[in-house]
Nanobody, 116 residues
Framework: QVQLVESGGGLVEPGGSLRLSCAFSGSVFGIYDMAWYRQGPGKQRELVAGISVDGSTNYVDSVKGRFTISRDNAKNMVHLQMNSLKPEDTAVYYC??????????WGQGTQVTVSS
C-alpha cells in the first residue's frame, strides 16, 4: 500500500519561504496524481496545489504566483515550494496521492506556521 512521508514544515515569519517534501513508496509513483492540501484552524481542508502524472499543475487562487508544486519521478518525490508566506497560509499541510477513488492516500500532515 502507498505510504507518504512528509517533511519541511515549521515556523517562519511573514514573507519567508519553506519547501515541503513528500516521499512516496509502496506502489508505482508515475500513475498517481499528487497534491498538497491544507487545513487551517477551524476551517475545512482545501486543495492548495495539484500535479498530474503528465506534469500539469493547478493551484488555488490564493497561492498562485507564490507556491510551486513539482514532482521528481526518478526519486518518487513531490515538493511544494512556498514563497512570500502570509499568516493566512498557517495550516497543517497534507500530501495526497490518488489513482482511483479506492486508491487515495494521505500523509500525516506537517504544520506550517507563519507569524511574526
Amino acid at each position: 500500500q502507498v505510504q507518504l512521508v512528509e517533511s519541511g514544515g515549521g515556523l517562519v515569519e511573514p514573507g519567508g519561504s519553506l519547501r515541503l517534501s513528500c516521499a512516496f513508496s509502496g506502489s508505482v509513483f508515475g500513475i498517481y496524481d499528487m497534491a498538497w492540501y491544507r487545513q487551517g484552524p477551524g476551517k475545512q481542508r482545501e486543495l492548495v496545489a495539484g500535479i498530474s502524472v503528465d506534469g500539469s499543475t493547478n493551484y488555488v487562487d490564493s497561492v498562485k504566483g507564490r507556491f510551486t508544486i513539482s514532482r521528481d519521478n526518478a526519486k518518487n518525490m513531490v515538493h511544494l515550494q512556498m514563497n512570500s508566506l502570509k499568516p493566512e497560509d498557517t495550516a497543517v499541510y497534507y500530501c495526497n496521492a490518488k489513482y482511483t477513488v479506492l486508491r487515495d492516500f494521505w500523509g500525516q500532515g506537517t504544520q506550517v506556521t507563519v507569524s511574526s
